[in-house]
């Protein structure tokens, strides 16, 4: 009889720990802090979902065209890289150059010329670092990320008297198929 008292006694006490567990670990989920938690944890998702639709990629600019109202790019992708991934890649790549690193702490790399047109979104963000103000060369100051219009960018495209800006690459970020933020990359 004793045992069977015992017996009960531990399952009453299982029983007991485990209801107070329960107690502890719902108390815990429902607190306004993890509640908050997990909202924003379907905020994440929801970013994480548009991000599936977006991509970044760092290309030249080859051309400018209007189509129908619309803006496109004739890209050139390029592997860009900069510090001591440049300096790591320039190694694989060159690795009797007798030089430490990077020239200049950056390295592209264009294997393929392969061009890809892409169309740019009415309300894409364009940000420059240097590019043709007034028409002087004195004008050509750098300016990190000033944000210009569209339409700014096509006609200081197609102007070459002072600042060719097919030269320089552009790093492009694109969302379901059409290019939304154009950032010209400086390089010396």
């Known amino acids: 009889m004793k045992n069977a008292a015992k017996q009960w006694k531990f399952k009453m006490l299982g029983t007991?720990?485990?209801?107070?567990?329960?107690?502890?670990?719902?108390?815990?989920l429902l607190t306004p802090a993890n509640a908050e938690e997990s909202t924003s944890s379907s905020q994440v998702s929801t970013k994480e979902a548009q991000a599936v639709n977006s991509e970044m990629y760092t290309?030249?600019?080859d051309d400018l065209q209007q189509e129908n109202g619309k803006l496109y790019l004739v890209v050139d992708k390029i592997g860009w890289y900069q510090g001591e991934e440049a300096d790591r890649v320039f190694e694989q790549r060159n690795p009797d150059s007798g030089i430490d690193g990077a020239p200049d702490g950056y390295y592209i790399i264009n294997d393929s010329k392969e061009q890809e047109k892409v169309e740019v979104s009415a309300d894409a963000e364009m940000l420059m670092q240097l590019y043709d103000r007034d028409g002087t060369v004195q004008g050509t100051t750098i300016q990190w990320n000033e944000p210009i219009a569209l339409s700014k960018f096509e006609s200081l495209y197609e102007n070459k008297a002072i600042l060719d800006l097919s030269v320089f690459p552009y790093h492009l970020t694109v969302q379901d198929g059409k290019v939304t933020k154009i950032v010209q990359q400086y390089i010396p």
């Open 16 to 28: 007991v720990t485990l209801l107070l567990g329960i107690i502890v670990l719902t108390t815990y």
């Open 59 to 61: 290309a030249y600019v």
